[in-house]
Structure formats: C-alpha cells, structure tokens
C-alpha cells in the first residue's frame, strides 16, 4: 500500500457488516481504527483514555446522543474533529464548527478508496 496516513479514527457505526468493511478497509490502508462504537457514551468514554485525530461517524448512534451532539462534545472536550462518511451529508454541515478540515477529510477518504478498489 502507498504511505500510511497518520491518522488514529474513532469509528462510529452501528452496523456490524459495515463497520467489518471500514475497519479492514482502513487496515488495508495502514490506518489506526479505535472502534467501532455503536453509542455516544462509550465512544466519549473510549476518546478521553485515546488519542484519536478524526471521528467517522459511519452512521448515527443507537444511545441517547445523536452523532451530531457526538461531533460536538468530541470537538468541545477533547478538539477532535469529525466526519461523515456520507459525502452528501457531510458537504450539507460545512459550517458546523466540528467538521474535520477539508484535508483531513480528502486523506480519509483516499485511504478508503484505494483500499476498496483494491478489493
């Protein structure tokens, strides 16, 4: 695989088979994944003992928190941005002031591809 990115993820998904894909699709681009978490708690609780660089929020969460309120208290506490894997929805919450920087997101996302296509 071409260069590793120096990014640690915090994966947010709540389906299994999904969050199988991204997790082996991350690893097959040299990626550090902590997760997959399903709720808000557990990944705030997860976040303050880790240092991931980027939330991917893969989809919402099951607990009382949405994925956004997540993005937001991540941001807040401990400065850590956050995406949605979502092309669509994550462009419509560019102004929000959670949202991982265009660049942080481009690297992502290339990662993901490649591992994909790869497959």
């Known amino acids: 695989m071409d260069d590793p990115?120096?990014?640690?993820i915090l994966l947010i998904c709540d389906d299994e088979d999904r969050a199988t894909r991204l997790m082996a699709a991350l690893d097959e681009a040299q990626v550090s994944v902590i997760g997959p978490f399903t709720t808000a708690?557990?990944?705030l609780a997860v976040t303050a003992h880790t240092g991931p660089t980027v939330a991917l929020l893969a989809s919402q969460t099951t607990g009382?928190?949405?994925?956004?309120q997540l993005a937001q208290t991540l941001n807040d506490n401990w400065g850590v941005r956050s995406m949605l894997l979502d092309e669509t929805a994550h462009a419509a919450v560019e102004t929000v002031?959670?949202?991982a920087p265009d660049d942080q997101?481009?690297?992502v996302r290339r990662a993901?591809?490649?591992?994909?296509?790869a497959a």
């Open 41 to 43: 708690g557990l990944a």
């Open 105 to 107: 997101v481009a690297r």
């Open 112 to 117: 993901l591809s490649r591992a994909f296509a």
């Open 97 to 99: 002031g959670w949202r």
């Open 5 to 8: 990115i120096n990014e640690t």
């Open 64 to 68: 009382q928190r949405s994925a956004e």
